[in-house]
């Protein structure tokens, strides 16, 4: 029974470091060419680079390689824990063949921890309405978005297997993780004692579980897909229809932060074509959905203030996006039930005006008062995880809070650089525009005017902005109300994205 599963999955993390089978023991003894081959799902280069004898090589054959050992390999493997006790508890199989995993479990880490994961075996069929996921490319990103400072309570809301809760061990106190799937939290159990993490887990829909609490930091990669109001696959599907489950969360996730708490999330937005041709400026439509569960988010947030950022980090049309959910549950979009819910999701959306679904990451910081709201897009690479950059996002916006800019001396960073643009006429070459770049993290991108390169050329920390403004008015005839009124807009969303920073003092 799986309910056995996480006492037996305690006694398996010595008999798994004396074997070697972690993230660094996989990756010493396959190499650099067999590891991206197995990550590409490509297996028989690491078969070929494994040891002949021991622990280590039964284990990556069962766990990373989706092969059957015999019984007697399988019971030197796991010595001391029982083969038989490992069988009842659904992480190992008996086959034809031999022993096989009933389980995917594999090692997993990052710069401050290594742990175990356990979730549900994926080998591309269809899955099960509970089918409980491992460490996807969506947790993934969301682990490398989250903030990491140090915290006295932190929830894992919709932790599933309990990733997020795993990255999350390093810097907070105290760890609540919850689903609504109790064989989720079943495994979430089992991994978290495998990996020797002290969590409390509890089972229950949304904020029931935690009802009347509030905690430092709380995380949630929810069932955010959008599509038709049915539960088909618990991990990606709300029952709310549309983005219902993204509004939900944003709206009322403030509610449960301690003051100063910080919230993120992964979620998805449903751009409709009205909302397109209702934009004030081009490209600013897909926002009006975010905005409006952001009001209702302020409100929870009340009697405080909130801070809020809004991502986007990819659009798909409507076809792609059915498209790339039915194959992530393990439908071929051709079949005939593939096909089938197709056209169920497209009429869905037709009838709803969707154009096009985005995805992203929403950071929300409860204040003290007052707040600031940002919702645009990151579609660009990024260099670097962005959970730093929401860092130093959610501190420049505090910083905003106490200081005027106009008072302040900026300086323009290492990391930012000027990019000029040409184009060849008959007399040479002919300067069209300047781009600022930053060259770190989200490598930003602001297009400057004349004007604009000059006040930042200007920004070397020894004048203040206000003082800056009234050099360059003089310099180029403008009036310097004027200019402040054009130029304060673009001096702030530069602080924002990192491009000026405030003088370090000497």
Known sequence: MIDRLPEVAARLAPVFRAAGFTVDGV?????????????????????????????????????????????DEATAAFAPVRVDELVDAELLRRTDGGIAAGLDLRPHADEHGSWWVLSDLDHGADKATEHVLGAGAASMSLARATVRREVGTLLDLGAGCGVQTLHCSGHAASLTATDVSERANTLARATFAISGVDVEVLTGPWWEPVAGRRYDQIVCNPPFVPGPPAVEHVYRDAGLGGDGASALLVSSLPGFLTPGGVG??????????????????????????????????????????????VVQRDVADPALHVGTWLRDAGVDPASPAGRARTAEWLDFFAAHDVVGIGFGFVTLRRTGGGGTVVCEDMRQAIGDPLGGEVEAWLDRVAWLRGHDLLDEPLVAPPTTALERGYTGDDEGWRRIGGTLVRLDGPQWRHDLDDLGEALIAGCRGYLPLSDLLGLLAVAHGRDVDELTAAALPVVRELFLHGLLVPRTPS
């Open 27 to 71: 990756a010493e003894a396959l190499g650099a060419e067999a590891g991206a081959a197995l990550d590409r799902g490509e297996p028989e280069p690491a078969r070929r680079s494994l040891p002949d004898a021991g622990p280590f090589p039964v284990l990556v054959r069962l766990f990373l390689l989706s092969e059957a050992v015999t019984p």
């Open 264 to 309: 993120q999330l992964l979620a998805s937005w449903l751009i409709t074509g009205a909302d397109l041709a209702a934009a004030e400026e081009p490209g600013t439509g897909w926002q009006a959905r975010p905005r409006r569960w952001l009001a209702d988010a302020a409100a929870a947030a009340a009697p405080g203030g909130l801070d809020a950022w």
